[in-house]
């Protein structure tokens, strides 16, 4: 996981309880909340565009 070079989110402030996210040489986008580190959820880039649109247009409901 360390080979990877994470970005935290533009809306993370300065806590640590964060969502980075790395994108790999063969375009697959990593996932991770900054927490728990090594668990990583891999998605596509259209995937992961379409989960953002979701998120900034308030369709996904939480618990």
Same mark, same amino acid.
């Given at each position: 996981?360390? *080979?990877?070079?994470?970005?935290?989110?533009?809306?993370?402030?300065?806590?640590?309880?964060?969502?980075? =996210?790395? =994108?790999?040489? &063969? *375009?697959?986008?990593?996932?991770?909340?900054?927490?728990?580190?090594?668990?990583? =959820?891999?998605? *596509?880039?259209?995937?992961?565009?379409?989960? =953002? &649109? *979701?998120?900034?247009?308030?369709?996904?409901?939480?618990?």
């Amino acid at each position: 996981m360390s *080979a990877f070079t994470w970005q935290k989110s533009s809306y993370c402030g300065e806590g640590n309880n964060c969502l980075n =996210v790395a =994108v790999f040489p &063969d *375009a697959a986008i990593h996932i991770r909340e900054s927490e728990t580190p090594n668990s990583v =959820v891999t998605t *596509a880039r259209p995937q992961f565009g379409l989960l =953002v &649109d *979701a998120i900034k247009s308030g369709s996904l409901s939480g618990p």
